[in-house]
């Protein structure tokens, strides 16, 4: 069974530009959830989507927004960029929500705002 | 609000000793526990997933324990090797579904 798959892995991007990250969840997993990983801050949690909803959201700013769609693939948005947004964004997909089961990880896509 | 603190924040060892990580957490009111690894520039990689109502949890050389009412768990390697060399993280999920990650531990096998 494929694991969870990220595109693109690298990206570089201008202040101010907007970005979308995209995850492919493990077949038959029904939610993804989206991390931040930096040196500074680790790993922080940004939100969870659940049959095509946002079940839980982490203390990050409007600029950051996600979807799900039917087929449970999801995908991350942040627009205005900023410097500090440079970060390693990691998606995690579960069978059933995240509170009772297992979460696997992606490679992650490493975004580098200039 | 969840702490969750991991201890130390770097081990070295030789290979073939048996060693302990550890997390602590403020704040008893989980779901889970979850510890990870994470090899340089990649994802996290699950190892043992501890749900509030399990004491431990084991796979092969793998041992996870769980004490909530003390906010402590502890992940065992048993007969460390060098492929074991990576960071591991601890990760808790809250009964609101906030999920808090430690630090890591950076864990260096050598040869």
């Known amino acids: 069974k494929a694991g969870v798959t990220q595109t693109p892995r690298y990206l570089i991007k201008t202040r101010g530009q907007q970005v979308t990250l995209s995850c492919s969840p493990i077949s038959g997993h029904r939610s993804v959830s989206w991390y931040q990983q930096t040196p500074g801050q680790g790993l922080q949690f940004l939100f969870e989507?659940?049959?095509?909803?946002?079940?839980n959201k982490g203390n990050f700013p409007g600029r950051f927004s996600g979807r799900q769609f039917s087929n449970s693939r999801s995908e991350m948005n942040v627009s205005t960029l900023e410097l500090g947004d440079s970060a390693l964004y990691l998606c995690a997909s579960s069978l059933e929500q995240r509170s009772y089961n297992e979460q696997f990880f992606g490679p992650g896509t490493r975004l580098t705002v200039l | 609000k969840q702490e969750v603190t991991q201890i130390p924040a770097a081990l070295s060892v030789p290979e073939g000793e048996n060693l302990v990580l550890n997390c602590s957490f403020t704040d008893s009111a989980i779901y889970n526990l979850q510890w990870f690894r994470q090899d340089p520039g990649k994802g996290l990689t699950s190892l043992l997933l501890i749900q509030s109502s399990q004491r431990e949890q084991t796979s092969g050389r793998l041992n996870a324990s769980l004490d909530k009412s003390s906010g402590r768990s502890t992940l065992y390697i048993a007969a460390s090797q060098p492929g074991d060399s990576a960071t591991y993280l601890c990760a808790v999920l809250n009964n609101n579904n906030d999920m808090r990650f430690g630090a890591g531990t950076r864990l260096t096998v050598k040869p």
């Open positions: 989507y659940f049959s095509e909803t946002q079940r």
